[in-house]
T-cell receptor
Framework: RKEVEQDPGPFNVPEGATVAFNCTYSNSASQSFFWYRQDCRKEPKLLMS???SGNEDGRFTAQLNRASQYISLLIRDSKLSDSATYLC????????FGAGTTVTVRA | ETGVTQTPRHLVMGMTNKKSLKCEQHLGHNAMYWYKQSAKKPLELMFV???????ENNSVPSRFSPECPNSSHLFLHLHTLQPEDSALYLC?????????????FGPGTRLTVT
């Protein structure tokens, strides 16, 4: 089983729509969780950390479900600029990256 | 100055060549990393340096040789590579090597081995 699994997508959504996707992880001892964003042919950049109680950053909401070992990302009121690949990152003593979920927002 | 820089941005090399990738961070961080990113695959951590000492080496073939002369610079020396080594090589830095710290990535070197 892969350490971190993501639905590769792509998720094609119209502007203004809400899109959500999950990431599952295999190590129940994982302590830290993050979402990174990677634009086409660019480097990954931290989008947000994921806290146990869930957290929001503007239009982005991240949730953690330890019992089922997944984290989620929800994007409200999608913008064209949200088109990117979203990388799930989970850590115990080392960082493990998912392969990414691609989101395409169309006009 | 951009936080993490990498040179060259693109590199094409034959299997018998020797080349080096360079990374420089201007953030005052203590930890630096090399990652390999192949198409449709997760980032693979290759090496971790903390305060210029290698703290992790993820079973990387010896044809990849890292060097960290100081906390701001990191090199990846390449020799006798294979075509399957073609990928995007990303350098990153973080405040310290603990996994709770945000990683700042450079733009990467796109390597093609012919």
């Amino acid at each position: 089983r892969k350490e971190v699994e993501q639905d590769p997508g792509p998720f094609n959504v119209p502007e203004g729509a809400t899109v959500a996707f999950n990431c599952t992880y295999s190590n129940s001892a994982s302590q830290s969780f993050f979402w990174y964003r990677q634009d086409c042919r660019k480097e990954p950049k931290l989008l947000m950390s994921v806290y146990s109680s869930g957290n929001e950053d503007g239009r982005f909401t991240a949730q953690l479900n330890r019992a089922s070992q997944y984290i989620s990302l929800l994007i409200r009121d999608s913008k064209l600029s949200d088109s990117a690949t979203y990388l799930c990152v989970v850590s115990d003593y080392k960082l493990s990256f998912g392969a990414g979920t691609t989101v395409t927002v169309r006009a | 100055e951009t936080g993490v820089t990498q040179t060259p941005r693109h590199l094409v090399m034959g299997m018998t060549n020797k080349k080096s990738l360079k990374c420089e961070q201007h953030l005052g961080h203590n930890a630096m990393y090399w990652y390999k990113q192949s198409a449709k695959k997760p980032l693979e951590l290759m090496f971790v340096y903390s305060l210029e000492e290698r703290v992790e080496n993820n079973s990387v073939p010896s044809r990849f040789s890292p060097e960290c002369p100081n906390s701001s610079h990191l090199f990846l020396h390449l020799h006798t590579l294979q075509p399957e080594d073609s990928a995007l090589y990303l350098c990153a830095s973080s405040q310290d090597s603990g996994t709770a710290y945000e990683q700042y990535f450079g733009p990467g070197t796109r390597l093609t081995v012919t």
